[in-house]
């Protein structure tokens, strides 16, 4: 592989040796990563369970909390340059407030750009000229220590995101790291994909052959701005974070107001890490925001910044697209995600697979079903024959089953994001979405009273009617379902087109005992470009995403342009530079 | 390899078995071709020497003659539905003009829009499902059919573009049919770092495993548009044109007024392939246009086209990327070349390789140097210190010397492309530019009499003088050099760098015995993104760009975003849809 003939790193640094230790330390790690990304098999460095003595030790769970709980009421500071004023930690300050109830009450640096982008902007040579195995080492050695906190990361996401603890140790903490680890995996492998160095030799006429010794230098493309969520924070810009830095560029975290300290935890361990190994801490920092400071407009905007992820709404994303002509916009937007009910031969675990799906974290997952298409004739199971009206019942039934105890509920919805989740929540269940068949209920977590919790609302539309297409045809982010009435597969087959098309999906679910109907859905999703799941059962959920294996995204709908983690996710964010030096006709 | 274990290709149809011996007759051929691309060795499938009678058969050129000859003057059919009019054949009536005098008389169809482009997205799916290597085997017997009939491609360049008749079969022929090869070569490798299918097997706690059967496909984005310009109407489109087809894409080729020919006969071979291998034809299809008609403004903003490739002027590249939104724009546009001569060791072959590489095709190559930066001290040499005043005469004598004869001289320097770029030098001439130190004088070909052609006229610019700068920081295409004196190297490299920045260049050159001040230049070209060689001597110039070898351009400075041919260029061309079967829980 060309990867194993490139020079050595030229160390000029004073790092104590950190960084030939790092490389030492990840080698095999990166090497067995590259080639998951290419065979696609399951695979992690990082532990599931929060209690594995052997990757956290003894306790980490509460040593954990412990550590959370330190850094609440009191500054974050980072070092960075250019501070010139404070975040929170008051809430109308801009300090976050805990879903589970509760202000954090930290406060984070303000930073004045004219000072931090140009000092960024200085820190990018020597990082640049270190080369790829070294970036991808320093990144390793990164997502190493903040696997090391995964509990700490967890209870951060808890409080800012109101996922449940294991959710929040996965999706805010292990997979996170995973879709970091992926990002740097595939950076050096787009980086290596050219010798760094080669001789050319072309034979002449006259027997001799010019010669010329060439080098391919990976020049990243500037400051990578990356604009965070409040749904998952690190999940959701470990990929950009991660992709932009093991390229060279160096990366300013945009956090969203609600959920600033695991990004804030992110870049100290970051800064931390890059000092060590000699490189300027300033390579990765946090543009923290007071209350409607539009600082993400004025950032994106800026000349100096030259990548640009976001996670968010898609209006906001198309006016990045639009605004930030100068630089590289990846986005990720909302969802309307549909799920066809076809047939079955396993009428119980559809049901039970089903209701996790649409009770996880409140369906608040930007892969969580919306629209379950049902034909209004009902379909064939191997329980018999089922109407409309049973499946959407036996949903309801299944849904009491799952969540039943209020301390198990709460374990598997987590808690609403915010005022707007449950609002949207309160209009569905006084019927202005349509006919309430399975009413929400509240839920209470007897370990976080104040947490609002509510159990998913399953509406029954049918597609034939315009005012129940305009329903399904937009995001209702939350435990909302609908439960749509279709004539046909091929109506089905079609407005799975349709949703997807005109409002963009990242999960399209289907069970189907039938071939051809399964080949028509395959067909669907390739012309629209979103991922298929058929006949999920147990326990793997179409709202599931297996880093290292699954593609996160298309780029083809309006859900977003940015893929984790495909080859234009991170060759876009490096240019090759040659050099041509003539060797003589020999 | 993933690529070695995807399923046969499904072939459902009618082809008479012509898919797979094309797939059988270049296997090998693009399994060189994916390696190169990874070694950047010298290589090529497609000889270079017009008479090589094992690659051409003998008596090829004048047999090519004849060929090209038989096209004149007759309409150039290719079948496209939507016919409504005709291009040509009188130049007034969008008929092409040969550079060495008369007009071609060739008729072309012109199209609607509005059936060409829906036939063209109705033959996607077919297209897109026949798989990666598939396609790659038809777009090889396209290069294939079109590399046998180079010498006919040739003459086909000579009338329209104006270069002489060995440029002509290497530019415009057998370089444009590598760098399709090279587009198609990466284009199988992107396509299949995914496995066709994996299995995913993640074991749970109970000893059981969920496993899932995966299907990674690649799917193409759309309709491809190619805007193709007149000085190398192949050369500049075959990397998009294959990159495109080759990821699925229709293609839509709309060549340059003055450049149909080359194209049309393109298209037409490759509708003729596709055909035989069981394709609609109109996977390919050729724009031409009007005078006067704007017709690349109408397509390039057509919802259905997702793909623009542009090469021309800058400002119209700017127009698409700020207009055609809903595409992925790559452009190519113009350079300002520098060259810094500082020192060498080897006077005699440097002045000569500079009077090749200033004269080959009268500096009308996007890579031609314009700018040749001189200390106004003098440099040091293996002849003696030399002054400014004598490298720019000691120029003007190796150009003399390579130019006296003028049937030499004319097959050295091709034919001006058209009165812009005459009048250009004769305002250069008549002292406009600055003071002319090396005349240009006009060349008769005594086998052209009508064709314009011209030796370069050098003018003495200084660095210092405003007036100076503002004529060399923009783009004199064709036969004028300017020699810049400059008062030290650090002010040599800071105006390689504005120049690069501010006006875009696709190559920067260096002779320098002095490892510090390579450094430097290296420094720079990374910095600004441009590539750098140094002391080119013989046979190997710095125009000059081996394909397999060298990246053309690197997508950082105002010359273009579009890289012949990075990983970017290639990924951006297509996403990949999964689809995740449930295989139960074992």
């Given at each position: ?53 052997q990757a956290y030790g003894r306790g980490a769970r509460a040593a954990g909390e412990a550590s959370f709980r330190r850094l609440l009421g009191r500054p974050f500071d980072l070092g960075q340059p250019g501070r010139d004023g404070t975040v929170g930690p008051a809430p109308e300050a801009g300090g976050e407030r805990s879903p589970y109830g509760g202000p954090l009450e930290v406060s984070y640096p303000h930073c004045d750009p004219d000072v931090l982008l140009p000092a960024m902007r200085a820190a990018l040579p020597l990082w ?296 949207r929540l309160e209009r569905v269940m006084a019927g202005e979405a349509g006919k309430v068949a399975v009413p929400s209920r509240a839920v209470r977590d007897p370990a976080h009273p104040e947490a609002v919790i509510r159990t998913p609302a399953v509406v029954a539309l049918d597609a034939n009617r315009a005012e129940d297409r305009a329903v399904l045809l937009a995001e209702w982010l939350g435990p909302v379902v609908f439960a749509v009435a279709v004539d046909s597969v091929s109506d089905a087959v079609a407005l799975v087109s ?89």
């Amino acid at each position: 592989m060309a990867h194993t003939v490139r020079p050595p790193v030229p160390d000029t640094r004073a790092d104590g040796g950190a960084l030939t230790r790092f490389t030492a330390r990840h080698g095999s790690t990166l090497e067995r990563a590259r080639e998951v990304i290419r065979t696609r098999e399951h695979w992690s460095p990082y532990a599931e369970d929060p209690e594995d003595p052997q990757a956290y030790g003894r306790g980490a769970r509460a040593a954990g909390e412990a550590s959370f709980r330190r850094l609440l009421g009191r500054p974050f500071d980072l070092g960075q340059p250019g501070r010139d004023g404070t975040v929170g930690p008051a809430p109308e300050a801009g300090g976050e407030r805990s879903p589970y109830g509760g202000p954090l009450e930290v406060s984070y640096p303000h930073c004045d750009p004219d000072v931090l982008l140009p000092a960024m902007r200085a820190a990018l040579p020597l990082w640049r000229d270190a080369g790829p195995e070294a970036r991808a080492a320093v990144c390793a050695e990164i997502l190493h220590r903040i696997n090391a906190r995964s509990s700490e990361f967890a209870h951060a996401a808890v409080h800012t995101s109101g996922h449940n603890f294991l959710m929040a140790f996965h999706a805010g903490a292990v997979h996170a790291q995973d879709r970091g680890l992926e990002a740097v995996a595939c950076a050096l492998a787009e980086q290596t994909r050219l010798p760094a160095a080669s001789l050319w030799r072309k034979p002449q006429g006259d027997g001799r052959a010019v010669t010329l010794a060439k080098t391919f230098t990976a020049v990243p493309r500037g400051i990578s701005l990356v604009i965070a969520n409040s749904v998952f924070p690190t999940w959701n810009s470990y990929p950009a974070l991660f992709a932009s830095l093991a390229t060279g560029n160096p990366v300013l975290v945009k956090p969203h107001p609600a959920a600033v300290l695991p990004l804030a935890l992110t870049v100290r361990i970051a800064r931390e890490v890059l000092t060590e190994a000699g490189f300027p801490a300033d390579l990765v920092c946090l543009a923290a925001e007071h209350p409607g400071e539009g600082l993400a407009r004025t950032l994106a905007t800026r000349p100096e910044v030259r990548l640009v992820d976001y996670a968010g709404t898609t209006a906001f994303g198309r006016w990045l697209e639009d605004n930030a002509r100068q630089a590289r916009v990846f986005t990720s937007g909302s969802a309307v995600n549909s799920l066809l009910v076809e047939s079955t031969g396993d009428y119980r675990d559809m049901l039970a697979n089903l209701a996790f799906s649409v009770s996880l974290y409140s369906g608040q997952l930007c892969t969580s079903p919306q629209n379950l298409l049902i034909p209004r004739d009902g379909i064939s199971t191997d329980e018999g024959h089922r109407t409309y009206e049973e499946i959407v019942a036996d949903l309801g039934t299944a849904l009491d089953a799952l969540l039943a105890d209020d301390t198990g509920a709460a374990a598997v919805l987590g808690a609403l994001l915010g005022p707007p989740v449950l609002e949207r929540l309160e209009r569905v269940m006084a019927g202005e979405a349509g006919k309430v068949a399975v009413p929400s209920r509240a839920v209470r977590d007897p370990a976080h009273p104040e947490a609002v919790i509510r159990t998913p609302a399953v509406v029954a539309l049918d597609a034939n009617r315009a005012e129940d297409r305009a329903v399904l045809l937009a995001e209702w982010l939350g435990p909302v379902v609908f439960a749509v009435a279709v004539d046909s597969v091929s109506d089905a087959v079609a407005l799975v087109s349709r949703t997807t098309r005109e409002c963009g999906a990242l999960s399209v679910g289907l069970y189907s005992t039938s071939p051809e109907v399964e080949a028509a859905m395959e067909a669907a999703c390739a012309e629209a470009g979103v991922m298929l799941s058929a006949n999920l059962m147990g326990d793997w959920y179409i709202s599931q995403s297996a880093v290292y294996s699954d593609l996160h995204g298309t780029g083809m709908n309006p859900s977003g342009n940015a893929v984790y983690c495909d080859a234009a996710f991170v060759s876009a964010r490096f240019h090759t530079v040659g050099v041509r030096r003539y060797g003589g006709a020999i």
